[in-house]
T-cell receptor
Framework: GAVVSQHPSRVICKSGTSVKIECRSL??????MFWYRQFPKQSLMLMAT?????????EQGVEKDKFLINHASLTLSTLTVTSAHPEDSSFYIC???????????????FGPGTRLTVT | AQSVSQHNHHVILSEAASLELGCNYS??????LFWYVQYPGQHLQLLLK??????LVKGIKGFEAEFIKSKFSFNLRKPSVQWSDTAEYFC?????????????FGTGTRLKVLA
C-alpha cells in the first residue's frame, strides 16, 4: 500500500516552454502533497506544500508564478514549470500524506521522481 | 530555524565493516525521525522511522537507529555492511511548521562499500 506515482519519469523540453508533472496517490487519499527539488548530489529541498482544494504554500525563495501547483483532487497534484530555463533542470520529487492514517498521518510517501532537462 | 545535520558526507567501508552515520537535528518540539536510502538511479526508500516508544528502532535490511533525545540525535547503524548497501542515506525530521508537518532533510551521506 501507500504507493505514489509520478508522470512523466523523464522529460526534455526547450527553453521557454512549460512542463507539467503529475503526482498521484494510487491507493490512498492525500489531502496534502509535497513537492521537492533535488539537485545532483544534494539533498531534497521542499518547494511547496500542496493542499487539496486550496492554494499551495510555497517555501521561501520559490517563485509561485514559475512553479504552478494544482491539487484538484484527493489523489492528484500537478506541478507546472512555466517558461522553463536550463537552470530549472533538476529532479523533482513529490510525496503524499495519507489523510486517513490517524496518528501516522504525518508520514509521507515518496514518488519515484521526474527528471527535467531544459535545453 | 529547524535543521538536520549529517556530518559524514562521504563514507567508504569494506564489506563486513560496521557502519554508523550521524544525524543531529535542531528543533525544540516533538519530532518524528526517519532514515531514507536512495540507491543509484532509484527513488527514496524508507529504512526506518521513529515516532515514539522504544528509542532503538529496527528497520529493513539490518539497519537500526537510536533516538537520543538529550543529544538531539538519531544515528543510523548496521553491524556489518554489504556491497549492496552502497547508496546515499538521508536523515529526515518531520516537525510541525506553520501549521503543518514538514520534512526537513539532511544533506545526505554517500556510502560506498568496497567488495
Amino acid at each position: 500500500g501507500a504507493v505514489v506515482s509520478q508522470h512523466p519519469s523523464r522529460v526534455i523540453c526547450k527553453s521557454g516552454t512549460s512542463v507539467k508533472i503529475e503526482c498521484r496517490s494510487l491507493d490512498f487519499q492525500a489531502t496534502t502533497m509535497f513537492w521537492y527539488r533535488q539537485f545532483p548530489k544534494q539533498s531534497l529541498m521542499l518547494m511547496a506544500t500542496s493542499n487539496e482544494g486550496s492554494k499551495a504554500t510555497y517555501e521561501q525563495g520559490v517563485e509561485k508564478d514559475k512553479f504552478l501547483i494544482n491539487h484538484a483532487s484527493l489523489t492528484l497534484s500537478t506541478l507546472t514549470v512555466t517558461s522553463a530555463h536550463p537552470e530549472d533542470s533538476s529532479f523533482y520529487i513529490c510525496s503524499a500524506r495519507d489523510a486517513h492514517a490517524g496518528p501516522r498521518s504525518y508520514e509521507q510517501y515518496f514518488g519515484p521522481g521526474t527528471r527535467l532537462t531544459v535545453t | 530555524a529547524q535543521s538536520v545535520s549529517q556530518h559524514n558526507h562521504h563514507v567508504i567501508l569494506s564489506e563486513a565493516a560496521s557502519l554508523e552515520l550521524g544525524c543531529n537535528y535542531s528543533y525544540g518540539g516533538t519530532v518524528n525521525l526517519f532514515w531514507y536510502v536512495q540507491y543509484p538511479g532509484q527513488h527514496l526508500q524508507l529504512l526506518l522511522k521513529y515516532f515514539s516508544g522504544d528509542p532503538l528502532v529496527k528497520g529493513i535490511k539490518g539497519f537500526e537507529a537510536e533516538f537520543i533525545k538529550s543529544k538531539f540525535s538519531f544515528n543510523l547503524r548496521k553491524p556489518s555492511v554489504q556491497w549492496s548497501d552502497t547508496a546515499e542515506y538521508f536523515c529526515a525530521v518531520n516537525a510541525r511548521s506553520s501549521g503543518t508537518y514538514k520534512y526537513i532533510f539532511g544533506t545526505g551521506t554517500r556510502l560506498k562499500v568496497l567488495a
